[in-house]
Nanobody
Framework: QVQLVESGGGLVQAGGSLRLSCAASGFIFSISTMRWYRQAPGKQRELVAYVSSGGSTMYVDSVKDRFIISRDNAKNTVYLQMNSLKPEDTAVYYC?????WGQGTQVTVSS
């Protein structure tokens, strides 16, 4: 079955960086579009970025030029490099493949 395991969250000061990882299994990772979502307290879950099987990427406007999504097909892993973090980036970040979700990793940015 599909498994998605996120890691790399934590507490960081504004302006800092974190790199999230999502280790995937149970499907053919190399041909799959992978997505990162986030959900802040009291808000709806929102799409942050995706990377297609061919390497095309998309970002929500609020993270453009700060976040970078990438993938390593040899490791079945998708990454989210988050730079210049802001307090409004505080959320639980989730890895997604179709209707499958990881358990989430908490990112907290202090001002």
């Amino acid at each position: 079955q599909v498994q998605l395991v996120e890691s790399g969250g934590g507490l960081v000061q504004a302006g800092g960086s974190l790199r999230l990882s999502c280790a995937a299994s149970g499907f053919i990772f190399s041909i799959s579009t992978m997505r990162w979502y986030r959900q802040a307290p009291g808000k709806q879950r929102e799409l942050v970025a995706y990377v297609s099987s061919g390497g095309s990427t998309m970002y929500v406007d609020s993270v453009k030029d700060r976040f970078i999504i990438s993938r390593d097909n040899a490791k079945n892993t998708v990454y989210l490099q988050m730079n210049s973090l802001k307090p409004e980036d505080t959320a639980v970040y989730y890895c997604n493949y179709y209707t499958n979700w990881g358990q989430g990793t908490q990112v907290t940015v202090s001002s």
